[in-house]
């Protein structure tokens, strides 16, 4: 192959199509245990227009090339060579069409990249998204290519029973020397990172489901043997998930089976081959002794996540990887909504906002600031980020918020019509929204163009007279580069509440395109409390001014759950802010008696459903907080959180321990219908804080329910609990659920592991030291790598130790972990990322590690891309 090169940005603006395209493949896989052999015949033809004499380009990556051959005729060598790293060329003149084929031998076994195809425990399988069909085979390696495929997988028959790849099985049989076959064939055209095959020894559940136009399909889900029993919750959460796409957006399933395939490494979430979902392990197995309510609601998104993707991302798929938004947001704000459907809409709503506001404001305002739709990348597997798709499923619901819900079916509507069997742009996908509805979306495409987190500023003036109530809003957004970003066009969800609380004006929309813009409403007859940006209808930081009376006012009346919520955010984030302010002068924190009393009267309003209740008592995460810090002092903030908390606990003890003691469940019977997990949310909060007291009583208290806990989410609640607080009950609940839960369960292990690092304790770093040294740790497994590694990272005070004892260790494990696997220590790398909003030591520590990491030799292009953009 040719000489390693310097890292090479790709840029949307270059994009062009190829002069070949690949339009049938068919693969022979023969699995070996010491290597894989992959035989390969692509159907290629010559573009229209494309000259005679173009060279056919194809990628390939760690791949041993045994034999290449056109029409049957062995190439040469002098006809094909590497000109890139990756990337073979065979010279012109070619036919207009021709059957390239190709054997290459890889080794599954060495993969610990996870990508391509590799073994993880004992089973055969792949992961192609997003450039990971180079390392199986030499191909067309990009979205806009689209081909059938047939498949033939080979292996020995006792050691990989089980033989799965896309589409319809339509052969299978008994070879020589106890191996076995099986073919595959899928007749939709796909790109290249849809493919997918396993083979393995799996167990597996099997179902059905009825389309709507009365076909069967055959679903299949499977996973190692010893954990089939924890399958069912997938495969409910895939029937109500393929129902609901048929009752929402009228889309059925267009094959005869659907196979689902839960393995222990695995880089991403999930992914959405054609028919063959391959999921890690912690996105599809639940039972309550190893998933939380929490997991629960999760797996059961991310079922729907990827099966959704068969008409967003599959039918419909990119023209390339900058529009990986126009699957991905799409998607996401897809599973949102069937999430909100199947659950508590409220609660789902503030999680997700949560998301957006602690992950994607700080990135959209740090050095790895980019459009959802970026303008160029080294690394393409960096961006799969949550601007891409949190702020890309933020962006697709302003459309639904603008057009109705009957506008954006319209428009989803011409979108398949139009597009069906194509790789598109997210301009494809505005017009069809405009084109359906008969509305002008031209500046919404800003939103796919620019970078950064709008601020929204409202004034407001009444006018007792006239009945005249003007409303000004301003918005502002500063670029990455520091420039003014241009005025973006926003729906601002606006309700109007008449001081007994009741709805005094109709809810409106007001669509925001100018920098500045009045909106006047005529004949209010009262002044009104403003309910502003009801469900988050835009994803932009909000300045209103308004007293703490306002906020406990809409605390308890607001009819919009998510800003009644909100109100009780401010208020929490306003005595939190001003205590680290305090801390930092040398002054007294105080308690501000309105939070209390605010807290109190949330607690005992025995109408609010009770994971709202539970929510609305939650402070805000420490992330959220540090966002509205113009510099943030890990020490200051830290303190100011605990202290708040554990001083509304003091005030407000009896209080909570009788909330506490009202929504215990019997031990002896599990329930998680919607009512026990809002009990088990609710009675969880109150014991974190009492938790922060830190006495005897309420220690024993903790130590009980780990001990006696019936479901994984009382352990964890108890455990967290304890581990920030060290000592006896401590060390018997973390031996307790390492000894009962997590020894046997590498999933157990991970939540065991994260709740220890993310506890704020004085000995932190020496814990995770610990835990990494832990016999059943192993960086070879990225689940087991994110849950220590990203839980000590937002272990905010002791990760950002002002000594740079944080930043050091992480970094170390980093660079050993980016030798296996550099997708997910990229990934971790971020977290250094964001150095410059802190202060001046921390600021020097943190840019030191990421100047480390660029200036370390054979460091992977994933990883020194982080580092490169982080320090520019």
Not at 266 to 289: D, H
């Amino acid at each position: 192959m040719a000489e390693k090169k310097a890292l090479k940005e790709k840029f949307r603006r270059d994009y062009t199509p190829t002069n070949y395209f690949v339009e049938q493949v068919n693969l022979l896989f023969q699995v070996f245990e010491d290597c894989t052999k992959v035989s390969s015949s692509l159907k290629v033809k010559r573009r229209d227009g494309a000259p005679e004499n173009a060279p056919f380009q194809l990628d390939g990556e760690g791949l041993t090339l045994q034999s290449l051959s056109i029409d049957g005729e062995t190439l040469p060598p002098s006809r094909y060579s590497w000109v890139e790293e990756d990337l073979l060329e065979i010279s012109g003149p070619l036919p207009s069409s021709f059957v390239l084929q190709s054997l290459v031998t890889t080794k599954p076994e060495e993969n610990t990249q996870l990508s391509g195809l590799y073994k993880s425990s004992s089973i055969y399988c792949t992961q192609c998204e997003a450039e990971g069909f180079r390392r199986i085979t030499l191909m067309q390696d990009r979205p806009d290519i689209m081909a059938t495929y047939e498949v033939r997988i080979e292996a020995d028959k006792e050691s990989c029973p089980v033989l799965l790849s896309n589409g319809n099985m339509t052969e299978n049989g008994d070879l020589e020397n106890g191996r076995h076959f099986a073919t595959y064939n899928d007749p939709f055209p796909k790109p290249s990172y849809l493919f997918a095959m396993v083979a393995g020894d799996l167990g597996f559940i099997r179902d059905t489901f009825v389309t709507r136009s009365e076909k069967v399909v055959a679903l299949n889900m499977y996973s190692e043997h010893n954990n089939v029993k924890k399958l069912y919750h997938a495969m409910d959460s895939l029937k109500k998930a393929m129902r609901w796409d048929e009752e929402t957006f009228g889309l059925e399933y267009d094959l005869d089976i659907f196979n689902v395939v839960a393995v222990n490494d695995f880089n991403m979430g999930a992914m959405e081959n054609k028919s063959l979902n391959i999921f890690n392990t912690s996105c599809v197995l639940a039972s309550p002794e190893t998933a939380t309510d929490a997991d629960y609601e999760r797996i059961q998104g991310i079922i729907a996540h990827e099966y959704f993707h068969n008409w967003t991302g599959n039918r419909v798929t990119c023209r390339d990887w900058f529009q990986l938004t126009l699957k991905e947001g799409l998607t996401v704000f897809r599973d949102q909504q069937f999430s909100m459907d199947m659950t508590s809409a409220a609660v789902k709503r503030i999680e997700d906002v949560n998301v957006v506001r602690s992950m994607q404001f700080p990135e959209d305002n740090g050095p790895m600031a980019h459009p959802i739709r970026p303008e160029s990348y080294i690394a393409m597997d960096n961006f799969y980020t949550v601007t891409v798709y949190r702020k890309g499923a933020e962006v697709i619901r302003m459309y639904h918020t603008l057009l109705g819900k009957e506008g954006f079916r319209k428009g989803m509507d011409l979108y398949f019509q139009r597009h069906d069997g194509s790789a598109v742009t997210c301009d494809d996908f505005r017009r069809a929204m405009a084109d359906a509805n008969g509305v002008d979306l031209t500046q919404f495409e800003r939103w796919y163009l620019q970078a950064g987190t709008p601020v929204v500023r409202c004034e407001a003036k009444y006018d007792v007279e006239a009945k005249r109530l003007s409303l000004l809003l301003k918005q502002s957004c500063r670029t990455p580069q520091g420039g003014d970003a241009l005025p973006f066009h926003m729906p601002i969800r606006v309700g109007f509440l008449a001081q007994d609380g009741s709805e005094l004006l109709p809810e409106r929309v007001l669509e925001l395109k100018e920098a500045s813009q009045e909106f006047v409403i005529e004949n209010v007859n009262s002044k009104p409390v403003l309910s502003l940006l009801r469900g988050f209808s835009a994803p932009i930081k909000l300045e209103y001014e308004r007293d703490d009376e306002e906020l406990a006012f809409l605390m308890a009346h607001d009819k919009d759950s998510f800003n009644r919520w909100e109100a009780g955010q401010l208020m929490f984030s306003r005595t939190i802010h001003a205590n680290a302010k305090a801390m930092q002068a040398g002054q007294a924190m105080q308690l501000n008696a309105k939070l209390v009393d605010a807290v109190r009267r949330t607690l005992l309003d025995t109408s609010l459903d009770k994971s709202l209740q539970a929510y609305a008592l939650t402070l805000p995460n420490l992330q959220n907080l540090a966002e509205s810090m113009e510099i943030v002092d890990p020490d200051a903030l830290v303190d100011a959180y605990k202290f708040t908390k554990k001083e509304i606990a003091r005030s407000l003890r009896d209080h909570l321990l009788k909330t506490y003691e009202a929504n215990l469940l019997p031990e002896d019977s599990f329930r998680n219908d919607a009512e026990a997990i809002g009990m088990r949310r609710l009675k969880n909060v109150c014991l974190g804080y009492l938790a922060a007291l830190g006495d005897k009583e309420v220690l024993d208290v903790c130590l009980k329910q780990a001990l006696t806990a019936n479901c994984m989410t009382d352990l964890v609640a108890a455990a967290s609990c304890l581990a920030a607080n060290p000592g006896e009950q401590s060390d018997k609940a973390l031996e307790h659920f390492y000894q009962q839960h997590a020894k046997d369960d590498n999933l157990v292990f991970c939540k065991w592991i994260a709740i220890q690092a993310a506890a704020c304790t004085d000995q932190a770093l020496e814990i995770v030291d610990k835990l990494f040294k832990h016999p059943s740790f192993t960086i070879k497994n990225p689940n087991i790598c994110r849950s220590l590694f990203i839980s000590f990272a937002g272990n905010m005070k002791h990760f950002h130790r002002a000594d740079g004892s944080g930043h050091r260790w992480l970094t170390d494990r980093i660079l050993e972990l980016d030798k296996l696997n550099p997708q997910t220590a990229a990934k971790i790398l971020t977290k250094l990322a964001g150095y410059k909003r802190f202060d001046a030591p921390r600021q020097a520590s943190m840019k030191a590690q990421l100047e480390r990491v660029r200036n370390t030799e054979g460091v992977s292009k994933d990883t020194m891309e982080i580092a490169i953009r982080a320090l520019a």
